[in-house]
């Protein structure tokens, strides 16, 4: 069973919006700062926005004002609405956490959403 799960994403044409849905299991989820990252063709992928436990957001400075990053404890989601969007926002988008346990640390990604700006 996936750990966490992106969905929501798709096709869009510039100035559009969507909203990206992350799914966790609750054992992950709870206590934890959950992060959205983006993957631009042939390049490293970048953190874009992160909720911590307590909630509080925190968006990449170049996107501020077009990207928002909430969740809904009752539902163990995380979302992403993506406002305004351009071609350059093209990318898949991906859901993170870094849970830490007595044991260690482990790092969760899902398999990712792809987003896509027509021009």
């Known amino acids: 069973q996936e750990e966490l799960v992106e969905s929501g994403g798709g096709l869009v044409q510039p100035g559009g919006s969507l909203r990206l849905t992350c799914t966790a299991s609750?054992?992950?989820?709870?206590?934890?700062?959950m992060n959205w990252y983006r993957q631009f063709p042939g390049k490293q992928r970048e953190k874009v926005a992160s909720i911590t436990w307590g909630g509080v957001p925190n968006v990449l400075d170049s996107v501020k004002g077009r990207f928002t990053i909430s969740r809904d404890i009752a539902q163990n989601v995380v979302y992403l609405q993506l406002n305004s969007l351009t071609p350059d926002d093209t990318a898949v988008y991906y859901c993170?956490?870094?849970?830490?346990?007595?044991?260690?640390?482990?790092?969760?990604w899902g398999q990712g959403t792809q987003v896509t700006v027509s021009s």
């Open positions: 993170n956490t870094v849970v830490t346990t007595w044991n260690g640390r482990r790092t969760y």
């Open positions: 609750p054992s992950i989820f709870s206590g934890n700062t």
